[in-house]
């Protein structure tokens, strides 16, 4: 077994010129070996993290390659994987597979690719003879860190940003705006309405007012009629549907149907800025299209409309799609969810509802009247 440390300085120069995933996992699992034999022979924690490093390293480097393939669906450096054979998200899913390679692992190795070299480094460092090297602890080093810079940004951002709400019906306020970096809002459902193929008429206007360079997230019910209604409405030639979202809630029960199953989503359009730039998204776990998010809990004292989204996911979405100082508009403010994750995180929100009642609740949460 001592094969396995004498192994580590050859597998080390090895990940440096290593240029597919089979390469890279053998690399991993010379590093597994050293580390099982560092702990069982108990040559202490610089033995253990000196192996333990290097597997670290060969999942960051396998990260590097899976975002690649998925940038690309292509291994320029794996023969086994030609660009002509990776073209669609189910294809690239067949790749992981047959690698043995699952979801969640691909997930936490791409995190760890995403950081910046010198951060990764000083992650490294400051673990290095304290305390074990292992993945799992880089990771939640990394939302440790991006949860208290989202804390302090969005302490900063409130303090000097209000949104701004007003009475008024979705397509006249719209027509009245400037163009705007998000469009982010939650329309009423079919269920709410006595046409929806009519109603669903205010998005040409909308998306209208969105920039080139920005983007649209609009949360729909998720029943045929309501789709229907609104992949059939034109859109401008500045813009395009990029993907349909999903919001996957599993804490509510409501109805049991007898001819169908329970609906616990909602679809979100998300739409894209032909000069869109990339999302702000450095964590991997969060660019899932289906966001799992538990709805509002009334019990917990958060929930001031049937269909408010999670204020958590209205922050992440904002700040995927935006940075500080962006426009953000919301034509079916409501209670003021969409636009008060906005004003934390220090963009400038707008929004209007035709409802005084919600926009009362609105303003009682932090929003001001226009």
């Known amino acids: 077994m001592t094969n396995a440390l004498a192994k580590l300085d050859k597998a080390t120069q090895m990940l440096a010129e290593a240029k597919d995933l089979d390469e890279v996992k053998h690399i991993m699992d010379i590093a597994e070996a050293a580390r099982t034999y560092a ?91 304290e305390k074990p090297i292992t993945t799992s602890g880089i990771i939640k080093e990394i939302k440790l860190e991006k949860a208290h810079e989202r804390h302090t940004e969005q302490t900063r951002a409130s303090q000097t940003f209000n949104p701004s709400v007003e009475i008024c019906d979705a397509a006249g306020w719209m027509e009245k705006q400037k163009p705007c970096d998000l469009l982010f809002t939650d329309p009423p459902y079919s269920t709410d ?73 909602q679809i979100c359009l998300y739409y894209k800025g032909i000069d869109a730039p990339e999302l702000n998204c450095p964590i991997t776990s969060e660019q899932w299209a289906v966001m799992s998010f538990n709805a509002p809990d009334g019990r917990q004292g958060d929930r001031y409309h049937t269909w408010q989204k999670p204020l958590d996911m209205a922050e992440m979405i904002v700040r995927h799609s935006t940075k500080e100082g962006d426009i953000v508009y919301d034509p079916f403010a409501c209670t003021g969810t969409f636009l008060l994750a906005a004003g934390k995180l220090g963009r400038k929100a707008y929004g209007c509802d035709i409802s005084e009642e919600n926009l009362t609740i609105a303003i009682e949460r932090g929003c001001k009247h226009a």
Do not use: C
């Open 39 to 129: 702990r069982a022979a108990k040559l202490g924690l610089d033995a253990y993290n000196h192996a333990a490093e290097v597997k670290v390293r060969a999942e960051r480097k396998a990260g590097e390659l899976l975002a690649k393939l998925e940038r690309d669906r292509s291994f320029h450096g794996n023969q086994s994987v030609k660009s002509q054979d990776v073209k669609s998200p189910s294809e690239y899913r067949e790749v992981l597979e047959q690698q043995g390679i699952n979801n969640m692992t691909a997930a936490r190795w791409q995190t760890l690719a995403a950081m910046p070299e010198d951060e990764f480094e000083q992650h490294i460092e400051d673990t290095r003879g």
């Open 193 to 265: 309405v006595d046409d929806i193929a009519l109603f669903s008429s205010w998005i040409t206007t909308a998306l209208e007012k969105v920039k080139p360079t920005g983007r649209a997230y609009i949360f729909i019910g998720a029943y045929p009629e309501e789709v229907k209604a609104y992949l059939n409405k034109e859109i401008p030639k500045h813009i395009e549907l990029s993907q349909m979202l999903i919001w996957e809630y599993k804490n509510t029960l409501g109805n049991n149907p007898k001819d169908r199953y329970k609906l616990n989503y």
